[in-house]
């Protein structure tokens, strides 16, 4: 089975094919670093980096370049500036060194390339200039602007008419307009904003135009994939693609295959900001190992609406707690077998990256493998490496799983509950039942959960109540 993926554009899944499997090319819209992010923010985070980790898989990690970009000037960033009375760069440094530790907390692997609007200034210019130049943008008042009526297929990746995209979308109103559904490419900064120097005069991009450069000028075009929210479908999207096509390089194509994720809601509303639904991923870490995060965030179809829930976040640890519980009970089986999952095995995730499908048999091997621990069965190391190869890709199971029950313990505490629990063995092998069960109770009351299995007792540290 090969790799099969729902495109917007096509409307259907579509089997993968690359145009130069040596060179998979994937590009995912990423953080506007101005504060820190959203939970919501981070589901395309966490879907991507699982497409990503299964490309490399498929291809090898040399041929598979992922660019995730920045967007380091905007309004909001330089309202956050002024506020505090500091350079664009000390708030944008600040929130894009937060964002890249809260991904790297939630398992995400670092993109490839990781470029910012600001650094890509010179090739942003380029690209207005040939779009002045060809007809597909015009000077207007200071701006410059694409020309929406100058690309025939406007409006064909969002499949709507363009009366209703546009009153479904924050489309500016402006005098110097041709078209209400043109946009801006390039505009003049406000005093004490950032500025930059241009042959239309000093301003600074519009935010469109930042991706159709950096993808120019990161991964070169066509691009195989193109990912990021269903939010960003109209305007972004449709945007990035007139414009890329009508650069002048006569591509043909932009993306190959568009890819969206669903809205992430707060139980049964979006999250908003008005409403004060807004959970941020840097707070919910402080609390939450960054698996347990990762898992609720993989639990739905990536397609489909996600429900955050308090439950969801249970659930997810409940799971993960199997999984490393398994693996703490098969600590001595040595794993084993190919290191190449079957194809059966990676079915799931071929299949248009069905998440719940690959963590319900992420489970499945994990019963088996206890069965066969349990049974000291031959088979016991290659379940075990199945296990280890699927979580992998799918980026669980980072973790040692004594780490991973003991976290909430210091070093002083652990040598505590180590030598209770050898006490508590050495009572149980002379049969002294109320001794042991004495010190069960002492281990109870430091909040420690003690698990008895074939290789020997392990213990974790209960959640507090």
Known sequence: MSLSLYDTMARKKRPFVPADPKRVTMYVCGPTVYNYSHIGNFRPVVVFDVLFRLLRRLYGEAAVRYAANVTDVDDKINAKAAEEGVPISAITDRYLAAYNGDAAALGALPPTVQPRATGTMDAILAMIGRLVANGSAYAADGHVLFDTQSFSDYGKLSGRPLDEMIAGARVEVAPYKRHPADFVLWKPSKPGEPVWESPWGAGRPGWHIECSAMIEQELGLPIDIHGGGIDLVFPHHENELAQGICDGHQHGSYANYWLHNGFLNMGDEKMSKSLGNVALAHDLLKTQPGE??????????????????????????????????????????????????????????????????????????????????????????????????????????????????????????????????????????????????????????????????????????????
């Open 292 to 465: 347990v995060i990762r898992w609720a965030l993989l639990g739905a179809h990536y397609r489909q609406p996600l429900s955050w829930t308090d439950d969801a976040l249970i659930q997810a640890r409940n799971s993960l707690d199997h999984l490393y519980g398994v693996l703490g009970r098969a600590r001595h089986i040595e794993a084993g077998g190919s290191g190449a999952l079957a194809e059966e095995q990676l079915e799931p995730l071929l299949d248009d990256l069905n998440t719940p499908a690959a963590m319900a048999l992420l489970k499945k091997l994990a019963t088996d493998l206890d069965t066969a621990v349990r049974k000291a069965g031959p088979n016991a190391p290659a379940i075990k490496q199945d296990l280890l190869a699927l979580a992998s890709v799918m980026g669980f199971l980072t973790q040692d799983p004594q780490a991973w029950f003991q976290g909430g313990a210091d070093e002083d505490l652990k040598a505590r509950i180590d030598g209770l629990i050898q006490a508590r063995d050495a009572a149980r092998v002379a049969k002294d039942w109320p001794e042991a069960d004495r010190i069960r109770a002492e281990l109870t009351a430091l909040n420690v959960e003690v698990m008895d299995g074939p290789a020997g007792a392990t213990w974790r540290m209960k959640e507090q109540a």
